[in-house]
């Protein structure tokens, strides 16, 4: 049997890691070759972007996008961890007393392009090891503020839970933001701490929550089929693409650059990228061979394309 190549949209349970799912996927495909286009926490759901076989290649070109969320934001309290999973910080402050328009208002230094200081819990690695690693192990962890965008930050539902105040918002932002930050950070900004309850993220991108499928957990639904997108389809929803004859894509598999003797068509709608990933992918080009085929991944370089990727012919979709 041909090793499967292609593209996987997940729809993460709760309470699993995303590693589980890429090592549940290995075995239902029957293939070890399967990577991630980012984690969730375990106890967020919603959608991962796995590469299979060839797809493996294609996630550096997704791991940039924009992606959006729904969450809960409960304020009255801070945690370790700036969600439910960690210790409780402080004394609990009364959080209904806040005016909406209070609320509206500490949000604005939260949205747009701002200066974020990532969750001291989070995987960045700070001399060489993780930062959670660091905190779980009791040692005090600094993080440099980074450079995030926060194109929607909106609260759609407001519910009282004792002294608590729990808030729905959508969340729109680019790649690298903790949500869980925007949380803690909105919090302190009220004078009630904050945290993280609930999250979900359903959109990467082009690529939404609605459209990828439920991986049973081990010893469930065994013979689940999973299906994947193609690589030219994939492609062509986050690259401007180029089409190709059956030369060019001949030429392409051995490596050659080709004349650039026409436009690249743009990339669709959707796919935009956060300011620490937006210099070079701009320039990146799908080459699509007869039939939408994704034959490499190009770069101009004077009066050719120079391939930077190319997809073996029998793994080409």
């Excluded at 208002?105 to 974020?116: A, F, K, S, T, V």
């Excluded at 779980?136 to 839970?161: C, H, K, M, N, Q």
């Excluded at 004792?162 to 950070?185: E, M």
Aim: net charge negative.
């Amino acid at each position: 049997m041909s090793s499967p190549h292609g593209i996987l949209l997940v729809d993460k349970a709760p309470d699993r890691t995303s590693h589980d799912v890429v090592a549940r996927v290995r075995w239902l495909l029957g293939t070890k070759k399967v990577g991630h286009a980012g984690t969730l926490d375990p106890m967020a759901t919603g959608l991962l972007i796995l590469g299979i076989g060839q797809g493996t290649r294609l996630l550096t070109h997704l791991v940039g996008l924009d992606k959006t969320y729904v969450a809960t934001i409960r304020l009255g309290r801070g945690t370790t961890t700036d969600d439910q999973e960690g210790e409780e910080l402080g004394e609990v402050r009364d959080a209904t007393g806040l005016a909406d328009a209070a609320i509206q208002e500490q949000l604005e230094p939260l949205r747009g392009d701002i200066e974020q200081i990532p969750s001291t819990v989070s995987a960045i690695k700070v001399d060489g090891r993780r930062a959670y690693a660091r905190a779980r192990a009791g040692e005090d962890v600094e993080l440099a503020a980074r450079p995030v965008r926060i194109s929607r930050f909106e609260i759609t539902a407001r519910r009282t839970e004792g002294p608590f105040v729990d808030l729905d918002a959508v969340i729109t932002c680019s790649s690298g933001t903790y949500v869980r930050a925007l949380a803690r950070d909105l919090g302190a900004a009220l004078g009630v701490g904050g945290h993280l309850t609930a999250l979900r993220r359903t959109r990467i991108g082009p690529f939404a929550a609605r459209d990828a499928v439920h991986v049973p957990a081990r010893g469930e639904g065994d013979d689940v089929e999973l299906p994947l997108h193609g690589l030219g389809d994939s492609a062509a929803r986050v690259l401007a693409t180029l089409d190709v004859d059956e030369q060019g894509a001949r030429d392409l598999a051995d490596g050659r650059r080709i004349p650039r003797t026409a436009e690249p068509a743009p990339p669709p709608t959707g796919t935009r990228r956060g300011p620490r990933s937006a210099d070079e992918e701009g320039e990146l080009v799908a080459a699509l061979g007869p039939g939408g085929i994704l034959c490499a991944v190009l770069r101009p370089q004077g009066e050719h394309w120079r391939p930077v990727l190319v997809v073996p012919a029998d793994a080409r979709s």
